[in-house]
């Protein structure tokens, strides 16, 4: 039995795969295995892994036939034997030091997850970007390699963040100790519930204050949903509201689950937006009063009302779209005249500088001085 199982699902990687791959096997900490299923990839990528499988006995490759990430991720959960537990896309990169300072976190703290912060990378260069999940910010002076929280704590975290599994690195017995701790194999978007149960169910959650994770942003060949995807968010939202109200949390929740509503359900209709999904769409959010929700961002109430405006989807459409390219241009507004206000900064201080210097010139003492300056640079180069 192995410490750690890494799961990572495969499919048509080829582009970035040896550089995740080997991001894996130089880490700092060695006590790991890395079950890699091939998810019916039509490129390279199963003769990477199995290149790789053969000089590393820690690699294990499995395949199947193309049925998505929720599919491939169950299959790794069946074979991993470790009793941590990480799953991790094949095109993104951890630092070297990733497994060891999870690992040193779950164990000082006896948590269930631990937590990190992740940025982005793009043409390889690391970028780290405003934090999913800052909670370092939220427990101001916390010492993080002794102190832990549950989801009482971080609310707004359950519901309305990133429900990326690469966020979390997971103590195997917190899945062992129910029997639904499984990805959604039918849905797309098979990672908001496992998010969510994980969440509510962990009694213990710890952080490590660093960035740990690179997210690869400039990958062509990364997941993509087209409509038919983007319609099924409702059903998404459905086996969601049916979780909290099997496990008595939805009266707790009403709030936060409103808003999850709002955003998931305006941000999946892409345009063009089809009349039938805006109608769905105004059938789910019926009710909802966005004026009472305080948990509703001020700078997203604007778009919601946009939304409850309007009564037909070309109208709405026009609407919203005018909205955001509205706020899109104050937004650069704004940051030219910080340019600008830091231009003239700069400026006056280049101006103070400059002044300063021609005061030192003119001195009484420069002038005096001059000789011996001469005298030692000259001594200096000899």
């Known amino acids: 039995m192995v410490e750690i ?24 900490f060695d006590d790991f295995e890395l079950i890699c299923v091939n998810d019916g990839s039509g490129d390279d990528s199963l003769e990477i892994l199995n290149d790789y499988s053969f000089k590393d006995s820690r690699i294990k490759v499995f395949s199947q036939e193309n049925k998505g990430q929720g599919s491939a991720r169950n299959k790794g959960l069946e074979h991993c034997t470790g009793k941590y537990v990480y799953f991790m896309d094949s095109d993104d990169c951890i630092i070297p030091k990733f497994l060891e300072l999870v690992h040193d976190n779950i164990k000082n703290n ?39 929280f549950d989801y009482t704590n971080v609310r707004k975290y ?3 963040s990133s429900f990326a599994p690469w966020t979390k690195f997971y103590k195997k017995e917190l899945f062992d100790r129910y029997d639904d701790f499984k990805f959604n194999e039918k849905l797309p978007y098979e990672d908001v519930l496992f998010h969510i149960k994980s969440m509510l169910r962990a009694t213990r959650i710890s952080f490590v204050p660093e960035y740990l994770y690179y997210y690869r942003i400039d990958n062509p060949n990364s997941s993509s949903f087209n409509y ?16 909290l109200k099997k496990e008595n949390y939805l009266n707790d929740f009403e709030k936060e689950f409103e808003f999850f509503k709002l955003r998931q359900i305006t ?15 105004k059938q ?39 909205y955001l390219l509205q706020r899109e241009q104050d937004e650069l507004k704004e940051k030219n005249s910080m340019l600008e206000l830091e231009n003239s ?17 003119s001195s009484r003492s420069w002038k005096l001085t001059k000789v011996f300056r001469s005298t030692f640079n000259l001594f200096r180069r000899n």
Do not use: C, W
């Open 5 to 28: 199982s890494i799961i990572m699902p495969v499919y048509n990687s080829q582009d970035h795969l040896k550089d995740t791959l080997d991001y894996i096997l130089n880490q700092t």
């Open 110 to 148: 006896s948590s269930e997850i631990v937590m990190f912060k992740t940025g982005n990378i793009e043409s390889g260069n690391k970028i780290d970007t405003p934090p999913l999940f800052p909670f370092d910010e939220v427990f101001k002076d916390a010492d993080f390699n002794d102190f832990t």
């Open 158 to 160: 359950v519901l309305n």
């Open 228 to 243: 038919e995807s983007h319609i099924k968010i409702f059903d998404v939202i459905d086996e969601v509201e049916e979780f």
């Open 267 to 281: 941000y999946h209709m892409i345009t063009p937006i089809n009349e039938e999904h805006f109608k769905l769409a």
């Open 284 to 322: 789910y959010l019926n009710g909802i009063d966005i004026a009472k929700n305080d948990l509703i961002p001020d700078y997203q109430r604007k778009e919601y009302q946009i939304f409850y405006e309007n009564d037909a989807a070309k109208t709405y459409e026009r609407e919203i779209n005018l």
């Open 345 to 361: 900064r700069l400026k006056h201080e280049k101006n103070e500088l400059e002044s300063k210097k021609e005061e030192i010139l």
